[in-house]
């Protein structure tokens, strides 16, 4: 584990909200899953701003991965993370089956998705290196860390565009929703 995922799990652990996401799912036993996105950079944009822990974050993005690609398969996962937990968790925890994302993505957003092999190749896809970060609670209480542009980005508080992709169609409402909420936050266009 490299100094700033050390520093990332420190985070997480000190974040209550996200601990108890990553505990619950854990006990789940879905495939290769992963918590992502917002829950977990918005952590780390608190512990550098000085915010409290769970500012800001509105949801918990979930991604597993099933090759069982039907609508039953993921709703029955969607409906037993709902029922693990308690409300305000229930309604803010978002589950989506990795495997499944090609089949919606361009209807929802306008532009082609290859299928995955796995969670952590959707990381790749994200709008910004900022975003692409991922953890998940190990059997062992470790919190595994995916991020494949690194992590420099989520700490220097910047958000640019993904190296790897067209400029997302959401890219300004995403700035302006988290600019909102962190105007420490450097946008490089």
Same mark, same amino acid.
């Given at each position: ?10 985070? $997480?652990?000190?974040? =209550? ?11 789940? +036993? ?7 996105? *917002? !829950? ?9 701003? +000085?915010?409290? !822990? *769970?500012?800001? /974050?509105?949801?918990? &993005?979930? *991604?597993? @991965? ?5 609508? &039953?398969?993921? &709703? !029955? ?5 709902? !029922?693990?937990?308690? =409300?305000? @968790? ?14 919606? @993505?361009?209807?929802? @957003? ?8 796995? %969670? &952590? ?11 692409? $970060?991922? $953890? ?5 209480? %470790? ?14 508080? %910047? /958000?640019?565009?993904? #190296?790897?992709? #067209?400029?997302?169609?959401?890219? *300004?409402?995403?700035? %302006? ?10 946008? /490089?266009?």
């Amino acid at each position: 584990m490299t100094d700033p995922e050390r520093r990332l799990a420190d985070i $997480v652990r000190g974040d =209550p909200g996200l601990m108890h996401v990553l505990t619950t799912v854990r006990g789940l +036993g879905l495939n290769d899953w992963r918590v992502f996105s *917002g !829950a977990v950079y918005q952590s780390v944009w608190n512990a550098v701003t +000085g915010r409290p !822990a *769970g500012y800001g /974050i509105r949801d918990y &993005d979930l *991604g597993y @991965f099933d090759p069982d690609v039907s609508w &039953d398969a993921e &709703d !029955a996962v969607i409906k037993r993370a709902a !029922a693990a937990f308690e =409300p305000p @968790f229930r309604e803010m925890v978002e589950v989506r089956n990795q495997a499944r994302v090609h089949l919606w @993505f361009e209807g929802r @957003f306008g532009e082609p998705y290859e299928p995955l092999g796995g %969670t &952590d190749e959707a990381l790749a896809r994200f709008v910004a290196p900022a975003f692409a $970060v991922g $953890v998940r609670l190990e059997a062992d209480d %470790t919190i595994s860390v995916a991020a494949p542009f690194g992590l420099e980005d989520v700490f220097s508080l %910047t /958000i640019r565009p993904n #190296p790897q992709r #067209p400029l997302a169609r959401g890219w *300004g409402k995403a700035v %302006t929703s988290a600019t909102a909420r962190w105007p420490e936050l450097r946008v /490089i266009e």
